[in-house]
């Protein structure tokens, strides 16, 4: 089983749904979940932290199930920018904290 | 404030040619990370310093691959003998804080070994 799981999709979705993505982990112990987007042949950039109480940004949304262990993100109002591919990072607190970024989800929104 | 930057952008060589890969990580971070990127594995951690030191190398594929930060401002990934296997995105990351804090990406560099 891989330390961090994303379903790859491709969700293709029209302008002004809303969208959920989930992001499974291994290590009960993992401390900090973070979400990234990728455009492509770009470099991945920070979208937003996973605090355990939830937080929203405008139309995202990323909450975190310790019990469960997963991380979703949530996307309302679908714009045709959001397209890209979406990566789940989690740090744990063994191998010095290491960073694992999960495979990506990849969004299109169309028109 | 300039990013992370890494040269070169894009390297083309031939197998069995050494190949060497450089970052400059923004100012005032103290930890930098290698990741190598494929359609096929994702994004890997390679290795990643702390304060210049290397912390965690288990991702380092095999002997071939060979990292160095000789000081706060620059690290290089050398790659000698380089493999067709080896073509990918590598990207330099830092940042402020080892433990969980936001990792800024360099625009990497894309490597094609014939």
């Known amino acids: 089983r891989k330390e961090v799981e994303q379903d790859p999709g491709p969700f293709n979705v029209p302008e002004g749904a809303t969208v959920a993505f989930n992001c499974t982990y291994s290590n009960s112990a993992s401390q900090s979940f973070f979400w990234y987007r990728q455009d492509c042949r770009k470099e991945p950039k920070l979208l937003m932290s996973?605090?355990?109480s939830g937080n929203e940004d405008g139309r995202f949304t990323a909450q975190l199930n310790r019990a469960s262990q997963y991380i979703s993100l949530l996307i309302r109002d679908s714009k045709l920018s959001d397209s890209a591919t979406y990566l789940c990072?989690?740090?744990?607190?063994?191998?010095?904290?290491?960073?694992?970024f999960g495979a990506g989800t990849r969004l299109f929104v169309k028109a | 404030d300039a990013g992370v930057i890494q040269s070169p952008r894009h390297e083309v060589t031939e197998m069995g040619q050494e190949v060497t890969l450089r970052c400059k990580p923004i100012?005032?971070?103290?930890?930098l990370f290698w990741y190598r990127q494929t359609m096929m594995r994702g994004l890997e951690l390679l290795i990643y310093?702390?304060?210049?030191?290397?912390?965690?190398d288990s991702g380092m594929p095999e002997d071939r691959f060979s990292a160095k930060m000789p000081n706060a401002s620059f690290s290089t990934l050398k790659i000698q003998p380089s493999e067709p296997r080896d073509s990918a995105v590598y990207f330099c990351?830092?940042?402020?804080?080892?433990?969980?804090?936001?990792?800024?990406f360099g625009p990497g560099t894309r490597l094609t070994v014939l």
């Open positions: 100012s005032g971070h103290n930890s």
């Open positions: 990351a830092s940042s402020l804080m080892q433990r969980g804090d936001t990792q800024y």
């Open positions: 990072a989690v740090t744990g607190n063994t191998g010095g904290f290491k960073t694992i």
């Open positions: 996973v605090y355990s």
């Open positions: 310093f702390n304060n210049n030191v290397p912390i965690d």
